[in-house]
């Protein structure tokens, strides 16, 4: 399975820091990089028309990825950007069940599941994040909770509509805090979430990935990243550093 190395920009660059960041990063990545792994941005959605363009007019080995879609397909909802409008940029990712959407947006499992729906519908991979907070942890209540998120979030999944799917495990307390999963933590999770998906109907072992996010860094990755279980990882603060995510990428053992 190629691995997958997602930078997730978050609320950070306007659109002309956005270019600069993209360009930066596709002089420092090596070329053989770019085609062993899939390299992914994922910025704002106000830079997400520049950076598809640079990226389809010099042709490009890095994807594009949306930080968030609408649970609705159009109609009076202000604000909203839908996943067919996404499609249209060409976008190929889209992240969805982010705890900072969970927590701060009030994003219940029902909302994600519409989502997903949406962004399979249009042949977006969804970037499914899940993942427990420190009391779920400390209480032993979170393969369980993971366990229903998932469930949640496949609900209604068919074969014949689903290319391509990526889990993300993305510990609350893991993400920006500088406390990284230890790759037993990751791998005990990702093992169970990955035998729970291999019995769903829309399974396939070539398109459906497993990855890691939570403070991942070049001081960290290269364990994570080397672990047969783990096929990538989603990176937010050390994405906005060109010297940090190429350094991340680097370390996968090709
Ligand atoms: P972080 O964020 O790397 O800054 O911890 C990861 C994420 O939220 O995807």
Redesign the pocket.
């Known amino acids: 399975m190629k691995k997958i190395i997602i930078g ?1 920009w978050k609320l950070n660059l306007d659109h002309l820091e956005a270019i600069q960041l993209l360009q930066k990063l596709n002089y420092s990545i090596e070329e053989d990089k770019e085609e062993k792994i899939d390299i992914v941005v994922s910025p704002s959605h106000t830079s997400l028309r520049s950076i598809q363009t640079i990226i389809d007019t010099d042709k490009l080995n890095i994807q594009l990825s949306a930080q968030d879609v609408s649970q609705f397909s159009e109609g009076p909802y202000t604000g909203e950007v839908s996943s067919h409008q996404l499609n249209k940029l060409n976008v190929s990712y889209c992240i969805v069940g ?1 705890s900072e959407r969970r927590i701060e947006f009030n994003e219940n499992d029902e909302i994600i599941n519409k989502k997903i729906h949406n962004l399979i519908s249009e042949d977006i991979t969804p970037i499914i994040c899940f993942g427990e907070s420190l009391e779920q942890r400390n209480n032993d209540q979170y393969l369980d909770h993971i366990s229903n998120q998932i469930d949640a979030a496949v609900k209604g999944l068919r074969k014949d509509k689903v290319n391509n799917l990526i889990f993300a495990y ?1 510990p609350i307390w ?3 805090t500088g406390e990284v999963a230890s790759a037993i933590d990751v791998v005990e999770v990702l093992s169970m979430v990955k035998e729970k998906i291999s019995e769903k109907p829309f399974y396939d072992s070539d398109t459906v990935r497993f990855i890691y ?4 860094t070049p001081d960290n990755s290269h364990e994570l990243l080397n672990s047969k279980i783990i096929d990538g990882a ?5 994405s906005l550093s060109v010297e940090k995510f190429v350094k991340i990428i680097n370390s996968i053992d090709l």
């Open positions: 997730n982010h993305e893991a993400i920006g996010g939570g403070s991942v989603l990176v937010g603060g050390s």
